[in-house]
């Protein structure tokens, strides 16, 4: 955004602000920056990609092939310029109030960022988007079995991931169920079994956020809550946003009258995640434990209001 365009947001009485949307991925989080997209005020980026959410099918798998050079470079870029660098790029994508980002950056991203390039020259405030891990990792399967298929960058990190994490534990799980762990399918479950530590590594990176001045971090939402709740949406845009915005009736209906956005599970199902878990193969009841104890999620996921007695049958 040029100075005329600064002086004009000014002179409008509305101040620019800045906010980041963290999630991991799988979280809805195509929905939530289209959704953020179609505010009247902001203007919103997605993805390592840092691309503007304008489109429905920005990371359909089409999208995806044609831009896999984009995408690898993002997954390097997010820790590799400051939160004002990214930001720029936002600005240059429209006029707005707010710019915002969601999925360019994940929690752990963020100490990272900050101890590179230090104190923001801009003041951000921050959510973080969650789902529960039985949904995310059905989402996450059914990804990367398309994934997997034409991203040999994905296909290589992650299996080297489900290797590393996995260990012996792999092998005994072949031998029980008379698994090919290497078959496309099981490999994506595993996959994304595995990847469930890259949210131990968003919880251990909580306690750092209140050292960053100039990163205010206002806590969770809920993928499972803001895709069906506008009252949830309307009340992270005013956190957002520090009730200086508002998500009127109008806004609210044509972001609800979408729809869905970017599944990635392969199936019509909407199973909640405990009739999702009681759906799973034996093995795959197996792996996702080993894993989801391996990172000791639970107790953080219960803290969010997540329910997991169905893993004690």
């Keep these: 955004m040029d100075l005329d365009d600064r002086v004009l947001v000014m002179q409008n009485g509305k101040t620019p602000r800045r906010f980041i949307y963290t999630s991991h991925g799988w979280s809805a989080s195509n929905w939530l920056a289209f959704a953020l997209n179609l505010h009247p005020d902001i203007v919103c980026s997605h993805s390592a990609r840092n691309m503007l959410a304008d489109k429905k099918n920005m990371n359909s798998n089409a999208n995806l092939k044609a831009h896999l050079a984009q995408l690898h470079k993002g997954y390097v870029s997010?820790?590799?310029?400051?939160?004002?660098?990214?930001?720029?790029?936002?600005?240059?994508?429209?006029?707005?109030?707010?710019?915002?980002?969601?999925?360019?950056?994940?929690?752990?991203?963020?100490?990272?960022?900050?101890?590179?390039?230090?104190?923001?020259?801009?003041?951000?405030?921050?959510?973080?988007?969650?789902?529960?891990?039985?949904?995310?990792?059905?989402?996450?399967?059914?990804?990367?079995?398309?994934?997997?298929?034409?991203?040999?960058?994905?296909?290589?990190?992650?299996?080297?991931?489900?290797?590393r994490e996995g260990g012996s534990f792999l092998y005994d799980l072949a031998a029980e169920y008379d698994l090919n762990i290497?078959?496309?399918?099981?490999?994506?479950?595993?996959?994304?079994?595995?990847?469930?530590?890259?949210?131990?590594?968003?919880?251990?990176?909580?306690?750092?956020?209140?050292?960053?001045?100039?990163?205010?971090?206002?806590?969770?939402?809920?993928?499972?809550?803001?895709?069906?709740?506008?009252?949830?949406?309307?009340?992270?845009?005013?956190?957002l946003s520090d009730d200086t915005l508002v998500a009127d009736e109008t806004y609210l209906d044509a972001v609800y009258e979408a729809g869905v956005i970017n599944e990635h599970k392969k199936d019509r199902n909407k199973f909640d995640a405990s009739a999702r878990f009681d759906q799973f193969f034996d093995w795959q009841v197996a792996a996702f434990k080993f894993f989801f104890s391996k990172y000791n999620l639970q107790p953080a996921y219960e803290a969010l209001g997540y329910n997991f007695d169905f893993l004690k049958n």
Excluded at 98 to 119: A, E, N
Excluded at 125 to 148: C, I, M, T
Aim: with cysteine.
């Design 182 to 239: 290497g078959e496309l399918d099981n490999l994506a479950f595993l996959g994304a079994c595995a990847v469930l530590g890259s949210l131990r590594l968003d919880l251990n990176a909580l306690p750092h956020l209140a050292e960053m001045p100039g990163i205010t971090f206002h806590g969770h939402t809920c993928m499972e809550q803001v895709t069906t709740a506008p009252a949830v949406l309307a009340t992270a845009i005013q956190t």
């Design 78 to 163: 997010r820790q590799e310029r400051s939160f004002d660098a990214a930001y720029a790029e936002i600005e240059d994508m429209g006029t707005a109030v707010m710019y915002g980002s969601v999925h360019v950056y994940r929690l752990r991203d963020l100490p990272v960022v900050f101890k590179k390039f230090g104190q923001p020259a801009d003041a951000y405030n921050v959510l973080n988007l969650v789902r529960h891990p039985v949904s995310l990792v059905w989402s996450g399967y059914g990804q990367f079995k398309d994934l997997f298929r034409y991203d040999l960058n994905e296909l290589h990190w992650t299996s080297g991931k489900v290797l």
